[in-house]
C-alpha cells in the first residue's frame, strides 16, 4: 500500500501551554511532549510541537523534524512526505530529507493566510502528481480520520466536566443516606447546605443541557461555559465520530438531560431538533429547582430543622442517585465506542 | 481510615470532607496539586514526578495507622482522557495516566476511585469498583466495618490485573513483549470466616495459587460480593449492584456470626423458616446468589474450614445434611479442620497443590527473549512494594499485618518476573520471612509448623531468579539465595520462639553451606560425603540414632563377611559381630578375641574414624539441646 509521511509543525510562537499552544489545545496533546506520532494504515503524521523560544532559526525546525522522526518508527518505505508549518517565521526552503525518508519531500504552510491544515494538505496533496489520483484520496481521507481520535478526548474531557456539576450533590446524598442516626443526618444536613459553594443547581442543569446539545444557549450563566476550547457539545463530537444520533444510548442521553427530541436534522447553531420541556413537564428541571429552594429556605430560616430535613436522596419524584449514575454510565458507554480509535502510539517525553 | 483525594476542585472536596467526617469519622487530605510540576517539566521524565509522588505517599503511611486507605483521582479536566492509558512501562502514557497505574501497582490495599472515563475494560468490575460514585462511598463503608480494610490487597476488584495485562501485551518496537511472562490472575476466590486472621490467610492462599481473592468478614461485605439477599420482606435489589465474578474457589466456616448480622435473615421460599441460618448451606446458597451460580461453574472448588465440633446430636445431623447438600451440589469438596500445620500444610489440604494449579505457575524465563532487567519503572515499584513491605513486617504484631507485608512482597517478585536477580530474590525473601511470621503469629496454625514444603517452594523459586545468572555461576547464586534466604528464616523462627522450625532452618542452611563449600575448590568434593552425613546427622536425634544403628550394622556385616571372630559359626557367628561393632563403636576397643590382619585392622581404624565423628556429632547434639532457650 501507497503510504504517505506527513510532518505538521505546529504554531512556533504560541506560549507552551497557553490557550494559543496548537498542540495541546487544537490536538490535545500534553504540554510537556514534544511530539505525538500517529501511524495510520496509509498515512503516518508526525506532530512536532511549536511553541515560543523551541525554534530560533530553520535550521533548528530541521533538526527537530530529523530527531523525531528518528525516534519515531519512520522508515524509508513512503510514496510521499509532506511537512507542513504553521508559522512561516522559520518556514523550511530549498531542499530538505527526512530521516530515512527517500522520497522527495513537499513543504508548505497553513494558519490564517494559508487555511487550515486540513485545507493545506489537500492542497499539497493533490500536486502530488506521482501517485495515482485513488492513493490521494486515501491520504486526505486517512488525514480525515485523525479528527475523530481527538474528538474522542475531547468528549472525555465534556464528561469529566458534567460529572462534576453533580459528583459533590451525589457525595453528599450518598452521606445523607449513610448517615448512622438522624441527629447525625440533621448535622450532616446543616453543614452541606453552611458551606455548600458554587453555581445554584438550575444553573448546572442548564450547563449540562448546554454542553450535551447546545440548549439553553441564550441564558446567561452558560455561555461561553464550555470546558472545550473548540466549544463543541457532545452530541457534536459524536457527529464527528460518526456515530448516527438514532443510537440508543444517544436517545437514553437526551432523555436522562429531560430534553424533548423533535427529530430532524441537529443544528448546533439553531436549537430545532432538541429543546426542552415545558415546566410543569420538566421533572428533572423540577428536582433541582427545589434543591435550590431548600438552599434559600435554608439561608432565611437559619438551620430549620424541617428545612435541612428536606433536604435528601429521595426527594420529590427524580431518585437523582439513579438518575446520575445512569447518566455516567450513559455518557461512558457512548465514549467507550469511540475506544476502538487508536490514540497514540508514539510519544515524546 | 486514611483518605487522600487528588482534586482540584474545592466543592469537591468540601464534600469528600463532610462525607468521610459525617460517615466514617475520619479526615480526607486534599492535593490540590494535582501531580507536580516536575512531571510537566520541559525535558525531563514524566516518571520523575510520579515517583516523588510516590515516595512521599510511601512514606507518609509509615507515620499512619489504619488498615484501610482510599485515594480519590481527580485529574483536571484537560487530563481527563488520560487516564484512558494506564501502562507505566508505555513511554507514551500521560503523567496521570502513570501516576494511577504506578499506585495501583506500589499500594496494593489502596482502594482507587477515579474521577472521569477510564480505559478500564467497560464491563469489568474493575471499571465500576474503582469508579467515585455513590455506589462506591457505600462499598467502602460495609469495608470499612469488616475490620480488614481493603477488597483490593488481593486484587478482588480486578483493577491490578487490568493494568498487568496492560503491562503484559505492551510490545517493544522489535515486537518483543518483555513482561510477557508476568502472571495471570483470572479466577476468583472468596473466604468467608467472621475472624478475620482465617479469612485472610485463607484468602492469600488463594492468592498464592493465583487467585484474585477477597476475604469477607462481614454480612455487609458478603452482601456485596456475594450478592446476598436483602433483609428487608419484599426488597429483592442487590445493595450495590456491582459486578462481582462468581467465585471459582470457596473457603468457608460452617458457622458464621458476622458482627452486621440482620435481625431478620432474607427469606427463601423453598426452605423452612426453622431452617433459615447460615450454618445450613443450602440457605447460604439460596441467600448469596453467586455462591449458588458457582456450584454450575467447572472446576469450582469448595473448601470448608471449621473446628468440626459436633457436641450435640443436632449439629451431628446437621453437619451430615450439609455434607449430603455439598457433595450432591457437585464440584469438589474438601474440609480442613482448624487448626492447620502452616500454609503448605493448609494448601495441599485444600487440593490446590494439585498439577491443575500448579502448571500456572510457569517458569518465568520460558520464551523470553528479552533481557535480565525488568523495566525500570517496574523496578522502582517493586522496590516500594520490598521497602514498605520490610517496614511493616519489622512493626507486624499480628498475622494479618504479616500477611500484608508476605502480599507487598508477593506483588514485588510477580512484577520483577524473576528479572533483575538481586532485587527479584530480596522479593523471595521477604515474602517467605512474612510468610513464617504470620504462621507464627497465629493462633489458628498448630505449634509446629510444615517448613520442608517451603524449601522445597523457595528451590522452585529462586532457580526460576538464577536462570539469569551466568551457566557457570547459576547453581552456586541458587545455593547462596537458599542458604541466605534458609538463614533468615531461622532467625526469624528464633525471634518467634519457634525452636523446632528454627533448628529445622539451621539444618537446612547448614547442608547448603556445605554444599557451597565443597564447590570452591575442586579437591574439596572428597570431604562431600562426609559432609553430606554430618548434615543429615546433625538435623535432628533421630537421625544421628540411625545414623549411628546404620555404621553399627554395617561394620558388624564387614566382621562377619571377613571372618574377624573366627571362634562363632552361623547366626551367633554375625550376633557376635553386632556385638563386637558396637562394642568399638562405644569404647573404641576391639573385642580380645578378634582377629588381627592388615585388613581387618584398617577396617577397625576406619570404624574408629568413624566413631569418632559420631562422638563429635553427639556432643554438637547435646550442645545444641542444651543452649536452647
Known amino acids: 500500500m501507497d503510504r504517505l509521511l506527513v510532518i505538521v509543525v505546529t504554531r512556533d510562537w504560541a506560549s507552551r501551554g497557553g490557550p494559543e499552544d496548537e498542540f495541546c489545545v487544537d490536538w490535545l496533546q500534553p504540554c510537556d511532549k514534544e511530539y505525538w506520532w500517529f501511524p495510520g494504515s496509509a498515512l503516518h503524521l508526525l506532530l512536532v510541537h511549536g511553541y515560543a523560544g523551541r525554534f530560533n532559526s530553520e535550521e533548528a525546525v530541521r533538526q527537530a523534524i530529523d530527531d523525531h522522526a528518528r525516534e519515531s518508527s519512520v522508515d524509508s518505505s513512503y510514496s510521499g512526505c509532506v511537512v507542513l508549518q504553521h508559522s512561516t517565521r522559520y518556514r523550511i526552503v530549498g531542499q530538505f530529507t527526512v530521516s530515512g525518508v527517500s522520497t522527495e519531500v513537499r513543504l508548505a504552510t497553513y494558519g490564517s493566510t494559508a487555511g487550515s491544515v486540513l485545507e493545506a494538505l489537500d492542497l499539497v496533496v493533490s500536486n502530488l502528481s506521482d501517485n495515482s ?204 465506542r469511540l475506544l476502538s480509535v487508536r490514540r497514540d502510539v508514539g510519544g515524546g517525553e | ?253 460452617l458457622y458464621l456470626n458476622f458482627l452486621d448480622l440482620p435481625a431478620r435473615l432474607p427469606d427463601a421460599p423453598k426452605i423452612s423458616p426453622t431452617e433459615r441460618r447460615l450454618s ?112 511493616m513486617l519489622a512493626s507486624a504484631k499480628t498475622a494479618v499485618e504479616a500477611i500484608h507485608a508476605a502480599v507487598l512482597a508477593c506483588e514485588a517478585k510477580e512484577l520483577l518476573v524473576g528479572k533483575t536477580p538481586t532485587t527479584a530474590l530480596e522479593a523471595v525473601a521477604l515474602q517467605h520471612e512474612a510468610e513464617v511470621a504470620a504462621e507464627s503469629m497465629f493462633l489458628g496454625v498448630e505449634y509446629n509448623i510444615d517448613v520442608k514444603q517451603r524449601f522445597n517452594d523457595i528451590q522452585r523459586e529462586v532457580g526460576a531468579v538464577a536462570v539469569w545468572f551466568a551457566p557457570g555461576q547459576r547453581y552456586r547464586s541458587s545455593l547462596n539465595a537458599r542458604l541466605t534466604i534458609a538463614e533468615r528464616l531461622a532467625q526469624r523462627f528464633s525471634s518467634l520462639h519457634q525452636v523446632e522450625e528454627e533448628l529445622a532452618c539451621l539444618a537446612h542452611a547448614r547442608k547448603l553451606r556445605f554444599d557451597l563449600w565443597v564447590r570452591e575448590k575442586p579437591w574439596r568434593w572428597v570431604l562431600w560425603p562426609v559432609l553430606r552425613y554430618v548434615a543429615f546427622t546433625l538435623a535432628s536425634l533421630g537421625r544421628f540414632v540411625a545414623g549411628v544403628a546404620s555404621w553399627i550394622l554395617l561394620f558388624a556385616g564387614v566382621h562377619y563377611v571377613l571372618h574377624s571372630l573366627p571362634d562363632a559359626s552361623g547366626a551367633a557367628r554375625f550376633w557376635h559381630a553386632l556385638a563386637s561393632s558396637a562394642y568399638f563403636f562405644a569404647t573404641l576397643q576391639p573385642c580380645e578375641v578378634v582377629r588381627h590382619s592388615v585388613l581387618i585392622d584398617g577396617i577397625l581404624a576406619a570404624q574408629g574414624f568413624v566413631a569418632f565423628l559420631n562422638l563429635g556429632l553427639l556432643i554438637s547434639h547435646l550442645y545444641l539441646t542444651a543452649s536452647r532457650r
Not at chain 1, 476550547?229 to 442521553?253: H, P, R, T, W
Not at chain 2, 446476598?228 to 419484599?234: F, M, R, W, Y
Not at chain 2, 429483592?236 to 471459582?248: I, N
Not at chain 2, 500444610?345 to 527473549?369: C, H, M, W, Y
Open chain 1, 133 to 336: 489520483s485513488d492513493a490521494r484520496e486515501g491520504w486526505k481521507k486517512e488525514f480525515r480520520k485523525i479528527a475523530p481520535v481527538v474528538a474522542r478526548d475531547r468528549m472525555a474531557q465534556l464528561i469529566h466536566a458534567i460529572v462534576h456539576l453533580f459528583l459533590p450533590l451525589e457525595v453528599d446524598f450518598s452521606g445523607l443516606r449513610e448517615a448512622s442516626d438522624e441527629v447525625s443526618r440533621t448535622d450532616y444536613a446543616t453543614e452541606i447546605l453552611r458551606t455548600r459553594t458554587g453555581d445554584s443547581y438550575e444553573v448546572r442543569l442548564r450547563k449540562l443541557r448546554f454542553w450535551v446539545a447546545k440548549v439553553e444557549g441564550d441564558h446567561v450563566a452558560v455561555q461561553s461555559s464550555s470546558p472545550l476550547s473548540s466549544g463543541q457539545c457532545f452530541l457534536e463530537l459524536v457527529l464527528v465520530c460518526g456515530l448516527s444520533l438514532e443510537d440508543k444510548l444517544i436517545e437514553e442521553l437526551v432523555g436522562l438531560c429531560g430534553l424533548i427530541d423533535n427529530g430532524g436534522a441537529f443544528r448546533p447553531d439553531d436549537q430545532e431538533r432538541y429543546e426542552t420541556p415545558r415546566e410543569d413537564d420538566d421533572q428533572v428541571g423540577s428536582f433541582f429547582k427545589n434543591l435550590d429552594e431548600v438552599q434559600e429556605a435554608q439561608a432565611l430560616i437559619k438551620q430549620s430543622r424541617a428545612a435541612v430535613l428536606k433536604l435528601g436522596p429521595n426527594q420529590k419524584d427524580l431518585d437523582f442517585l439513579e438518575w446520575f449514575a445512569r447518566l455516567r454510565e450513559v455518557m461512558e458507554g457512548i465514549h467507550d
Open chain 2, 280 to 391: 445450613n448451606l443450602r440457605y447460604r446458597d439460596d441467600v448469596f446468589e453467586r455462591l449458588g451460580d458457582a456450584k454450575r461453574k467447572d472446576n469450582f472448588r469448595r473448601v470448608i474450614v471449621t473446628v468440626g465440633h459436633r457436641r450435640s446430636s443436632t449439629l451431628l445431623s446437621r453437619w451430615k445434611e450439609n455434607l449430603a447438600y455439598v457433595k450432591s451440589a457437585g464440584g469438589h469438596l474438601r474440609i480442613i479442620y482448624k487448626p492447620v500445620a502452616g500454609m503448605f500444610s493448609f494448601i495441599r489440604a485444600a487440593g490446590l497443590s494439585a498439577k491443575t494449579f500448579q502448571k500456572r505457575r510457569r517458569n518465568p524465563s520460558v520464551g523470553d527473549e528479552g533481557s535480565h532487567s525488568a523495566p525500570g519503572r517496574i523496578v522502582f515499584v517493586a522496590e516500594v512494594l520490598l521497602g514498605r513491605a520490610s517496614h
Open chain 2, 1 to 253: 481510615m486514611r483518605v487522600v483525594a487528588f482534586t482540584r476542585s474545592t466543592e469537591l472536596a468540601g464534600s469528600l470532607r463532610r462525607y468521610f467526617r459525617f460517615v466514617h469519622g475520619s479526615d480526607v487530605e486534599i492535593c490540590s496539586q494535582g501531580i507536580p510540576a516536575a512531571a510537566a517539566g520541559p525535558r525531563g521524565s514524566t516518571f520523575d514526578g510520579v515517583a516523588t509522588l510516590v515516595r512521599d505517599l510511601a512514606q507518609g503511611e509509615r507515620n499512619k495507622t489504619g488498615s484501610g486507605w482510599i485515594a480519590i483521582l481527580d485529574p483536571p479536566s484537560e487530563a481527563a482522557f488520560r487516564l484512558t492509558n494506564l501502562n507505566p512501562i508505555d513511554p507514551t502514557a500521560e503523567s496521570w495516566g502513570l501516576f494511577v497505574a504506578t499506585l495501583v501497582l506500589a499500594f496494593p490495599e489502596m482502594h482507587v476511585l477515579l474521577v472521569g472515563p477510564s480505559g478500564l475494560a467497560a464491563s469489568s468490575l474493575a471499571r465500576s469498583a474503582h469508579r467515585l460514585s455513590a455506589r462506591t462511598l457505600e462499598l467502602m463503608r460495609h469495608v470499612a466495618v469488616s475490620g480488614f480494610g481493603s477488597l483490593t490487597l488481593l486484587d478482588g476488584t480486578g483493577l491490578r490485573e487490568q493494568v498487568r495485562d496492560l503491562i503484559r501485551n505492551k510490545q517493544e518496537r522489535d515486537r518483543s513483549r518483555p513482561m510477557r511472562a508476568l502472571p495471570c490472575r483470572e479466577r476468583f476466590a472468596v473466604s468467608i470466616d467472621e475472624e478475620s486472621s482465617y479469612a485472610v490467610l485463607e484468602a492469600y492462599v488463594a492468592f498464592r495459587m493465583g487467585f484474585r481473592a477477597c476475604p469477607i468478614t462481614t454480612w455487609g461485605v458478603a452482601s456485596e460480593v456475594l450478592g446476598g439477599k436483602n433483609p428487608v420482606p419484599g426488597a429483592e435489589a442487590q445493595p450495590s449492584g456491582l459486578p462481582w465474578s462468581t467465585p471459582d474457589l470457596v473457603f468457608e466456616d
